[in-house]
């Protein structure tokens, strides 16, 4: 049955290829952006999350919205500043939604899916996290736990609320994977840390069947972590990498102290250890396209081959 979809983030890596994954399957597609856009079978309608403004024509005849919207957490030092766009940006930006959603009650929006990330839990080591799992105590962990609390205000208006907690996601166009792997296409690839932090991955492409599945399966609520059923750590995805590449790792590991000095706590990003686990997605009926490491990343790069 077609669906009338509004985005938020509509224009990101991710939030671009799900918009054409809707459309190819017949729903009808809004987005809520700072700018006009000129995406063909798209309406886009304005917002401005720091003063307030949004058009409230944007929620009229729309069944569900989807929550791509928020800062990148990898553009820049993390000042104080920088900490509290990245957290705004995903926690007012939905707040703003549902206050036009509580000022016109005779709206038709049934839920809201949002996205959430791995970092929910924190530096978690060998533990295996499911979605029960305490939370961490770091910035970014604190970030989701936010995000998240902002997301669940929509239960009070009734709304079906899914949140996806996002791995890695290995793309051949942008992202994480893009950045592992210039070193490596360069012949300096190197595993960082003790290479031994797990790495929770998911494939672009079951990302965007998961946001359908969440979408269309109007069963689904709660929380549920988007990787792939088998997480692999920094030095097996970086040898995968390079295996695929045809390129050597001869460089020794990247110290630990060497990326804190280099990014801050931003390094957290790439030594916090999320060993996650796609149980509960896949009990309720999701069906992985690319559940291992070696068949993603053959995928990735027989695209980018062809």
């Known amino acids: ?70 800062a990148n957490i990898a553009d820049g030092r993390w000042t104080d500043a920088r900490k509290k766009e990245i957290i705004e940006s995903r926690t007012k930006s939905i707040a703003l939604v549902y206050k036009l959603l509580k000022a016109k009650p005779q709206h038709t929006v049934k839920a809201v899916v949002s996205a959430s990330g791995i970092s929910y839990y924190g530096d978690k080591g060998d533990e295996l996290l499911t979605e029960t799992s305490a939370p961490g105590t770091d910035f970014l962990a604190s970030c989701c736990l936010q995000w998240e609390h902002a997301v669940n205000m929509g239960e009070s208006l009734g709304l079906r609320i899914v949140k996806f907690r996002t791995g890695v996601v290995l793309d051949a166009n942008g992202g994480a994977l893009t950045t592992l792997a210039k070193p490596i296409k360069l012949g300096f690839g190197a595993t960082l840390g003790t290479g031994k932090q797990w790495m929770a991955w998911i494939h672009e492409t079951d990302v965007i069947d998961m946001y359908l599945y969440g979408i269309e399966n109007e069963q689904l609520t709660g929380e549920y972590n988007m990787v792939a059923p088998n997480p692999v750590t920094n030095k097996q995805l970086t040898k995968a990498v390079a295996k695929e590449l045809h390129k050597p790792l001869w460089l020794p590991k990247v110290p630990s102290f060497a990326l804190q000095l280099l990014l801050g706590e931003m390094s957290t990003v790439v030594l916090s250890s999320q060993k996650a686990s796609a149980q509960k997605i896949e009990a309720s009926g999701f069906k992985f396209k690319y559940p291992t490491l070696m068949w993603a990343l053959k995928e990735i790069y027989a695209q980018n081959d062809s």
């Open 1 to 70: 049955m077609s669906k009338h979809i509004l985005l938020t983030g509509g224009t990101g890596l991710i939030g671009g290829k799900l918009t054409e994954a809707l459309l190819n399957k017949g729903h009808r597609v809004s987005h809520l952006s700072r700018t006009p856009s000129t995406h063909h079978g798209v309406t886009t309608f304005l917002w401005d999350v720091d003063k307030g403004q949004i058009d409230e024509a944007c929620i009229n005849g729309v069944d569900t919205i989807v929550h791509l919207a928020g």
